[in-house]
């Protein structure tokens, strides 16, 4: 599968619901399911203000010309060891240009989270960065805030059974104790795979792990691909559970 489209299949779910990319999800939805590497594909795919520099700084530091190539897309959705080989000084550098200026005094916060070992993974990005820039506003309150970031997340599940559009999946739920965000027992969700019929993932199957953004079906993972996404999500939960500045976190869930 070409790089642009995969990442139409994980950037779609937050665009249908406004908070990133181009204003015409639809539009951007049908160049998903269309599965062509054409023009007007990537020219969506660098309206994702969050990603799209993601991507470059993963492309840059592992020698890939094109920030769409399929194993950098791959990296900052599902995880790769090719994340490992990003620089911490490459990652700050990254934060310093996109962030200073919208997080002022909080700014150290966002760097302890790259000095602790925080690489260019889309949970990256959810646990240590978005708390701090604005899309967990105060609107956005425990138990809300939980959900959003929940949602937010790529998160994995197994399929029980397939109805339709509709999938019904067994994953882990995010937590949060009063002290530590983590990983909750597995619970069963029913998630989305197309509409009326049409979708850009097909013939999900029970027994399948796929991956999940907000309420949609992204991909089928292999056991090695759910292993990295576990791998790098519990990295950076970690790094926000072991931070001494991390107020923003508790403050934020209640």
């Not at 007007?40 to 991507?55: D, E, V």
């Not at 310093?96 to 760097?111: K, N, P, Q």
Request: glycine share 12%.
């Amino acid at each position: 599968m070409p790089g642009p489209v995969l990442f139409a299949r994980y950037a779609f779910p937050p665009n249908s619901h406004g908070f990133c990319g181009p204003a015409d999800s639809g539009e951007f939805f049908e160049h998903g399911v269309a599965g062509v590497d054409d023009k007007g594909l990537r020219a969506m795919a660098q309206q994702f203000a969050g990603a799209w520099p993601y991507l470059q700084l993963i492309a840059g530091a592992t020698g890939l010309a094109d920030p769409l190539d399929r194993r950098v897309v791959e990296a900052y959705w599902i995880g790769s060891r090719r994340l490992d080989q990003v620089g911490t000084r490459a990652v700050g550098n990254s934060m310093e240009d996109r962030f200073r200026h919208m997080t002022g005094a909080m700014f150290g916060s966002l760097t302890e989270g790259v000095l602790a070992g925080g690489v260019p993974h889309h949970s990256f990005a959810v646990f240590c960065i978005y708390p701090y820039t604005g899309l967990l506003t105060d609107r956005r309150k425990a138990p809300h805030a939980l959900t959003v970031l929940d949602r937010c997340r790529i998160r994995w599940g197994r399929v029980l059974a397939v109805s339709g559009d509709q999938v019904v999946v067994e994953s882990q739920p995010l937590t949060w104790d009063g002290d530590v965000l983590g990983l909750g027992p597995s619970t069963t969700e029913t998630v989305v795979q197309s509409v009326d019929g049409v979708g850009m993932v097909g013939g999900v199957r029970p027994g399948d792990w796929v991956s999940l953004h907000w309420e949609w079906v992204c991909d089928r993972l292999t056991d090695s691909q759910v292993a990295l996404l576990r791998r790098y999500t519990q990295r950076h939960l970690a790094i926000v559970n072991d931070r001494q500045a991390r107020s923003v976190v508790p403050a934020m869930l209640g």
